[in-house]
Structure formats: structure tokens, C-alpha cells
């Protein structure tokens, strides 16, 4: 596999970074995860919005612009001969010196990478068992709108889904409310609305998650942000979640209990394939 490293494309057994880079160190950087069709990556100037608000939040210089990241992401896609695929966009601050201190580090790391994309189906969304995660992330905290390096509450939600047989994980905050999941934004729905965590209860900013507020609005469904505890969740007439890798992921379960499903669900999936058909053709 071909990477992006730096400015340049190099095999991937020939990219290293430095021990010393503080994105090694202290997880001190940004991250990207968007989906590419056909070649071309989906609400790319949304993503690359989103990795600058980061940057500026943490004063970490983005070295490059996002119309010569977009020519290396084309570069990318012809050297490696793939047209579906997961990209990953990394930013570190780069290496620096001893300690917390950022000061010293003034060359920013900047990494691009193509992985094999999870396979779709057109007419059905994935159905995924969930659990409840007991780690907890701080409510009102500025860091979980921003898609840091630090995820290492999202890690262990995972790893205590996947012991438990499930597919992914609730993350609580400290007040007992549902963020968002390990890997994906959380929706509900009640009586014909939808409804996702507000982003002071935890929730990342997603993509995708405001491209399903662009959908409901073209289908004239009511889509809003609401604070909900997890049990409540058990009441709600569906549940789904958003990536965008997985776009539409239909929760089926959560802790052991079956939850309830709405074809609204499909119909929000199906809206959203039909948008990113017509975005990337």
C-alpha cells in the first residue's frame, strides 16, 4: 500500500514517524475518517472544515491546504488502483521536546492512508447489537467536538463491546446521558421524529450526522437534539447510527434487550444513499 506521508507517497513499510512525535506521546492530534466512492471522497470540504476547527483549537498548523490534500488523495487512489475505500487523515504536532510543553514542536506530522471500505448492502442498512459502556466522558467538555487522537474512551467501549459479543457501545457522559457511541453518532425515533444527543452531552460533531439533518429537512421529518438516558432508549420506536464508513447502521439491541425498529430507518438510509450516489457519480 501506497501512503501519504509529509508530502510525499511512499510504501507504507517506509513510513515512520518519530518516537518522539507527540501524536506517539501524548495522542496530541487530529484525526479524519471519511469515505471515498468511485474515487471521490464524500463532503470532503465538510471533513476538512471540521480537521481545521481542530487545528485552531489546538494550534497545531495544518501544513498543506485542503485543494492540494484533495490532488494527493487523487494520487493516492491511482497508485494503489482503488475506488471504494476508508481514508484516514492524521495530523500530529510533530515532534518537540521533553514534556507537555508544546512550544518546541513547530513541524506538524501529516499522514494520509487508504483502507479496504465495509461492504454495503443497497436495500438494507447493518444491524448492530449494542451495550452500554461503562466508561464515562465528561459532559460540557470542548475536547469531544473535536475528532482528537485521544480516544482512548472510545477504545475501551469497544473493547468491552466486543467481549461482549455486541457491535458497538453507548458512551454516557457524567451525567448519565447518552453521547454518542464508540464509533458512530446515535439517532432515535418517536413518533414519526427523530431525535440525537445535543453536542454539550458529548456528542462529536459527525458528517454524517448533520447530513441526516439535511435529509429529514428535504423529507419534512422533524429532526432535533434532545438529552435521553440510555433506558429510555428501550421506549423509542427505532434506533440507527451514523459513520461515515458504515453511513447507516439500524441498532437491534441493547444491553440483551430487543429494541424496537421503524421503517424510517430505512428510509433515511436509503435518502442518504441516494445523495451520496448523486454527490460522487
Known sequence: MIV??????VPEEAATISVFDRGFLYGDGLFETLRLYEGQPFRWDDHMARLQRGADFLRIRLPSTPVRLRASVDALVQKNEVRDAVL???LSRGVGKRGYSP???DS??????????????????FRWRLITASARIPANDPLTRHKTCNRLPNVLARAEAEAKGADDALLLN????VAEAASANLFWIENGAIFTPPLESGALPGITRAVIFEICRSLSISCSEMRIRPD??????????????????????LDGHDLRRSPLTSRVYQALRS????ATR
Open 232 to 253: 429510555l432508549l428501550l421506549e423509542a420506536s427505532g434506533v440507527f447510527l451514523t459513520a461515515s464508513g458504515i453511513e447507516v447502521a439500524e441498532a437491534v439491541s
Open 103 to 105: 512550544q518546541s514542536a
Open 275 to 278: 445523495l451520496i450516489s448523486g
Open 108 to 125: 506538524p506530522t501529516l499522514a494520509m492512508a487508504l483502507h479496504p471500505a465495509p461492504r454495503l448492502d443497497s436495500t438494507k442498512p
Open 174 to 177: 457524567t451525567s448519565g446521558e
Open 88 to 90: 484516514r487523515i492524521t
Open 4 to 9: 501519504f506521508l509529509n508530502g510525499a507517497l
